[in-house]
């Protein structure tokens, strides 16, 4: 009986690898009310994520004896991009939508590109965040995903 549950696990998981991958190579195409309704899904519970960073960070703020040496605010704002690429990842994970391929691409690429650029200069970019995640933020507006921004 153990073998047999154990062959059946191999056959589910390798029939969900052809289904997660679209069956090829590229990404999994949904509908685009279907992925509007995911990435709305993801950047809420991404915004929920961050609200609770943040008042994480800011109690461990408000207990720290002395000022915020500058080590302290690029650790932080790094914690703030691995929230940030874990949602990336996230919404990777949706798909694309039929007809809208080419703008899913260039939102997962954009905010790649913000949070590379943040973690080479964490302190360097952290008075320029509308500067830096403008690309992936216009991107959002247009698929009503304001939880996701920046």
Do not use: W
């Not at 191999?10 to 009310?33: D, I, K, R």
């Not at 080590?71 to 991009?81: F, G, H, P, V």
């Not at 690429?109 to 913000?114: G, K, L, Q, V, Y």
Request: with cysteine; glycine share 10%.
């Amino acid at each position: 009986m153990g073998k047999g549950i154990f062959i059946a696990a191999v056959v589910l998981a390798m029939l969900f690898a052809v289904v997660g991958c679209g069956g090829g190579g590229g990404e999994t195409t949904v509908s685009a009310s279907e992925y509007k309704s995911q990435v709305t899904l993801v950047c809420n519970q991404a915004e929920q994520k961050l609200q609770e960073l943040i008042t994480r960070l800011k109690n461990e703020y408000q207990e720290r004896p002395e000022k915020a040496e500058a080590r302290y605010q690029a650790e932080n704002l790094l914690k703030l991009i691995g929230l940030y690429e874990e949602t990336t990842e996230e919404l990777a994970d949706v798909g694309v939508p039929e007809g809208g391929e080419e703008e899913a691409e260039d939102l997962i690429h954009a905010r790649e590109e913000s949070a590379a650029e943040v973690q080479a200069s964490p302190l360097g970019t952290r008075d320029a965040f509308q500067v830096v995640f403008r690309d992936a933020n216009d991107i959002l507006k247009k698929l009503e995903a304001n939880g996701c921004m920046l």
